[in-house]
Structures are given as structure tokens and as C-alpha cells.
């Protein structure tokens, strides 16, 4: 045990990773925080808005559903790191402009609500279709045995399509989610000292870039496993009640 | 089911004169339905008295499911009236139902039972009796769970209550499906053929309930191929040809001396 944490000493090959300065360890951690919170935040700003536009695509109207379209295909069109410096700069703005015409004084927001939010709002597109997709994979006899029975279509919303499309839906969000992990990486751009950014600073200062590179490397690809594994488990219970397809019972 | 409800419904009811004075539980007037340019249903009116067992016959096509899915909206009439209990839907001029409110109303007083027994796939068949008196109706859930047991218990599935419809025979299935609609205490069963998605060996299990249910004096709207079964079990039989009631009456005159050419036709050809 000691010749490991050894490695990490100062003057070591891997001195640099480590926690208390001139280490760079801290900061690191610190950067994978902040990619996580991103990520967690923009994932549920994201799955909002992709269960009202797949419901809005579906079954609004021809509003709700143009809406939706435009939204959903702009999005998908543009490159993200486009996005996120066109948001970066307007969300802000317009957040300002309210707030002076309310005649409040300018703020700034923190670079970590604004990559929230534009992650989330361009994940949404995504995940409108994926939860589209997965609705129209419900058996149309499901949702008409609520209606039968005198459910509100936000009852049969929330008890009967939702749990249902959930086991058709998640590898789909699985996919949205490993890729947003990275796409918070794109963040870098505007400043945000997430894990890619703090990588950055890490090898300019020492000029060991291979070491933080794939010091961050790893961590997002633990980040990848955990989660992964967090997905079957979620998977599997949103497919209970369907028989395995390999046979075998419950 | 259990020997205590039997003893407490009428005995005979076949072949009986219906008497004319009880209520009227759905009532449909000059029903009239099209998808698109084809018309399907071109004026169908049918009465069911609290106690009747209505059946609806007919060949493919002729508009017998849609009738009966018109009585709790599942399809949208075109025109026409429909009255369940007393309380008129109200339709606005182009049939859609003027409150969604009213429709949900009377969909809770309605036990649907499906071709397809449509049981919810991600809920055990507890979950599926309990959903709508719980989250419908706010019966609580305790008093829920107790009148769904003896439910189950009643169509031989008390074993059954915590698995999977996927993992139940069809017969099985629809049964469940049946003691679900049971579980609202609707005031009227509409059965779409129940059981025509099942392999012949378990047809007779799902009519065995059906035929308590009917002994027990429930108001039922029945659409079947089964025949014989609806002759045994029916008070009233409606005959629908392309749309229109071709032919109507008791039992015993619709199938032992039927009238009209298309209905001697339609019961030669069904056997």
C-alpha cells in the first residue's frame, strides 16, 4: 500500500496527481464535481423538456406540435459547441434585459447554471424523439384500458405510458447520458472549469499533458461504467412484468 | 364464484318476461358513426334494463364492437344519443363529447372487458385490480386490496394475485381482466368478445364467470361470436347487419325462429 501512495509522492512519476499542492489532484476532483452536477442538472432539465415534447409532438396541438418540430430540429441541426456559444451569450442576455426592464440591476450567472441549462434545453431535442419512440412502443390496448376506466389523461400519462415506455426508453437515455457526460467537456469553451477544462490548466501549467489527459481519460470512463451499470439495473426494473427474451421466467 | 352470491341472485332468468318497469341502464338512440367516408354505423338504438344481459351479434364488419365502444367513447359517435343510467351525454353537433369530465364519470360505472384483455403488462394482478379504486375512485387502498381478494378468490385466481399478466394463460388473463372490471362495482359490464383471442380449451373457464355474472343479475352489453353461450345467457339479442339493427328480440325467437333472410343466413353460416 505504501509504495502506491509512494507513486503519488512529490517528485514521483504520478507526484502530480496528487490531492494537496503542487499536486493537481484536488482540482481534478473538483473538475469531475463540477462535470457531474453539469451533467446531473442539465440531464433532468433535459428529461423535463423531452417528456413535453414527445407528449407535445404526439398529442398537442398543431401549436404545440409545430413548436416542438422547430425545436427539435434546429437543435439536432447545429453543431452543439455552436449552440452552446450562441446560448452561452444569449441566455444571459436575455435574462438581463428582463431583469432591466423590470428595472433590476444586471447580473452575472454563474457559468455552471447557464451550462446547465444549455446543456439541458439542447439534450431535450434528444430526448424528445427517444421518448417519442418509446410511447408509440406501448401497446395501444394499455393506454385504452385507462381510458375505459375513466383515467385523466395525466393519470394515464403518469401510471400507465410513462412505466411503460420507461423499459423501451432506457437504453436510448443511457446513450443521452454517456454523451452528455462528454458534451460537458464542451463547456471548456466558455470557461467552465469542469473536468476537461481543469485537465487543460493542469498540463499548460506543467506541461505534462499525456498524464492529465488521461488522468481525465479515466475518470470520465468511470463515470461511463458506474453509470452504465446504475442503467441495467434501472432497465431491468422498469422491464419487470415482461417475460426475459431468454427465457426463464421472472 | 362462491355459493352465497348465487343463492342471491334470481335462479332462472332465461325465457323470462322482462318486466318493462325497471330503469334503463344504457340506452342508445340513432347511433351513427363514420371513420372517414365509411359509414359504419347508420343509426343503431339498443335498450339494456338493470338486470339485462344484451348481446350483440353479427358478422364482421357489421358495426358490433364499434356500438360498444361507442357507449363509453372509446370511439366518438357521429351523431346520435346515448344515455347510461338516466344521465344523457352530452355530445356537442359533431358527436365529441361536450365534458371530458362526464365521460370519465361514466366510464368509472362502466367495466370494460377487452378482446385483448388489455390487463396493464408493468402491474401484477393485484396492482391491476386495486389501480383504478385507488387512483380512480379513492376507495382506500386497504378496503381496495380486500375486495379485490375475494374478487380473485371468485374467479379462481386467488394464487395469481402477485404475478405478471404476461406470465398467465389467456384464459387466465382475461379472467383477471373481468374481476378488474368488477373491482370499480360498475353498474354495467360491456364485454367485446371476450373471448375471441382465446385458444378453445380456455373459452369455457371465461364463460363460466360470465355466465355467475349473469345469474347474478348483472346489467351486461355483450358483443360475441358465441352463440350458443348467448343464447343460453342473453335476455335480448340485437342482430347487426352493415350498420343497422337487422333483428331484435329474446333469445329463443332470434335464434329458433329468426325472421329476416340475412340473419338465417348469418346463424347457418356461424353454425
Redesign the interface.
Known sequence: MNWLLGLFEPGHALGLLALDPPGWGGPLLEGLLHTLEVAAGAYIVGTLLGVLGAFGKLYGGPLVKDIAAIYTTAVRAIPELIEILILYYLVPDMVNKVLLSLGRDRIDLPPMLVGTIVLGFVLGAYMTEVLRGAILAV?H??I?????????PL?IAW??TL??MLANALPGMANLWLNLTKDTALLAVIGFNELTETSLQAGGTTKAFMLFFTAAGVLYMLISVLSGRLFALAERR?R????SLRGG?? | MTAATAQDAPQERNGTARPGSRAEAIRIDNLHKSFGDLEVLKGVSLTAHEGDVVSIIGGSGSGKSTTLRCINFLETPTSGKIVIGGEEVQMRADGTPASRRQIEHIRQRLGMVFQSFNLWSHKTVMENLIEVPVHVLKVPKAEAIARAEKLLARVGLSDKADVYPAFMSGGQQQRAAIARALAIEPRAMLFDEPTSALDPELVGEVLGVIRDLAAEGRTMLMVTHEMKFAREVSDHVIYLYNGRVEEEGPPEQLFGDPKSDRLKQFLRTVG
Open positions: 401497446p390496448g394499455q385504452e384500458a385507462g381510458r375505459a376506466y375513466g383515467m385523466t393519470q401510471r400507465i412505466p411503460q422498469a419487470r412484468g415482461q417475460p421466467g421472472v
